[in-house]
C-alpha cells in the first residue's frame, strides 16, 4: 500500500526555523518526482515547491524562495522541508505528494499528484 | 503573476449535472497546461480525480469527467450525489517546472 507521511510540524516563533519530513513506503521512491503543497487555515491548496527524482532540479514557489529547501534522501525513503525565516503567513497544513508526469522516452512533461500523505500543521506565531 | 481562477462556489441538486471550470486571468487553458483536478472534503487530504486534462485517476467514478470547454479546463459530475459535496480544485502546469492552483470551487449538493 503507498502510504505517505508527514511529520514535524509544530508551533514556531515568527523568524524561526523548522524541518518537516514525509516518510514514503509502497512504492519506488526514487524514481518519482516529490512535491509540497500548504494550505493556510480555511484556504485553498498552494503549490510549494517540488523535486526531482536524484535531487539535481528543484523548483519553488516566489513566496518562499530563499527561505524553504527541499531535500530527499533517497536510501531512506524520505522527503523533506527546511523552513527558515518562518513568518505568519507561513501556517498552513504541509503535505508532501507525489509527482507524476506524462513521459515520452526522456521527455516529460506536465506534473499532477497521487498520492497525498495526511498533512503537517505548521503555525507561526508568537 | 499567473491567476488561475474557479468559481468560489457552486450548488447542484441531487442527480443532476454540474460543471466546474479551472481558467487563467490571461490567456486560455489548453491541453498544454495538462489540467488535473482534485477533491477535498473537510479535514481531509486531497484526492486526486483528474489529470491530463481528462484521465480519470484510479477508482475515480465515471460520473467525473474532465475536459476542456472554451478557454478553460472543466470538471463535470454527472448525477451528483451527497458524497461529491466537497472543495474541487484545479492545477495547471506552467512549464519550468511549475504548478499552480485555482482557488477552489465550493460544491454543494442539495
Known amino acids: 500500500e503507498v502510504e505517505l507521511v508527514e511529520s514535524g510540524g509544530g508551533l514556531v516563533q515568527p523568524g524561526g526555523s523548522l524541518r518537516l519530513s514525509c516518510a514514503v513506503s509502497g512504492f519506488t521512491f526514487s524514481s518519482y518526482w516529490m512535491i509540497w503543497v500548504r494550505q493556510a487555515p480555511g484556504k485553498g491548496l498552494e503549490w510549494v515547491a517540488n523535486i526531482r527524482q536524484g535531487g539535481s532540479e528543484k523548483h519553488y514557489v516566489d513566496s518562499v524562495k530563499g527561505r524553504f529547501t527541499i531535500s530527499r534522501d533517497n536510501a531512506k525513503n524520505s522527503l523533506y522541508l527546511q523552513m527558515n525565516s518562518l513568518r505568519a503567513e507561513d501556517s498552513a497544513v504541509y503535505y508532501c505528494?507525489?509527482?507524476?508526469?506524462?513521459?515520452?522516452?526522456?521527455?516529460?512533461?506536465?506534473?499532477?499528484?497521487?498520492?497525498w500523505g495526511q498533512g503537517t500543521l505548521v503555525t507561526v506565531s508568537s | 503573476q499567473t491567476v488561475v481562477t474557479q468559481e468560489p462556489s457552486f450548488s447542484v441538486s441531487p442527480g443532476g449535472t454540474v460543471t466546474l471550470t479551472c481558467g487563467l486571468s490571461s490567456g486560455s487553458v489548453s491541453t498544454g497546461y495538462y489540467p488535473s483536478w482534485y477533491q477535498q472534503t473537510p479535514g481531509q487530504a486531497p484526492r486526486t480525480l483528474i489529470y491530463n486534462t481528462d484521465t480519470r485517476s484510479s477508482g475515480v467514478p465515471d460520473r467525473f469527467s474532465g475536459s476542456i470547454l472554451g478557454n478553460k479546463a472543466a470538471l463535470t459530475i454527472t448525477g451528483a450525489q451527497e458524497d461529491d459535496e466537497s472543495d474541487y480544485y484545479c492545477a495547471l502546469y506552467m512549464g519550468r517546472g511549475i504548478s499552480v492552483f485555482g482557488g477552489g470551487t465550493k460544491l454543494t449538493v442539495l
Open positions: 505528494a507525489r509527482g507524476l508526469r506524462l513521459c515520452t522516452g526522456d521527455n516529460c512533461n506536465g506534473f499532477w499528484f497521487d498520492p
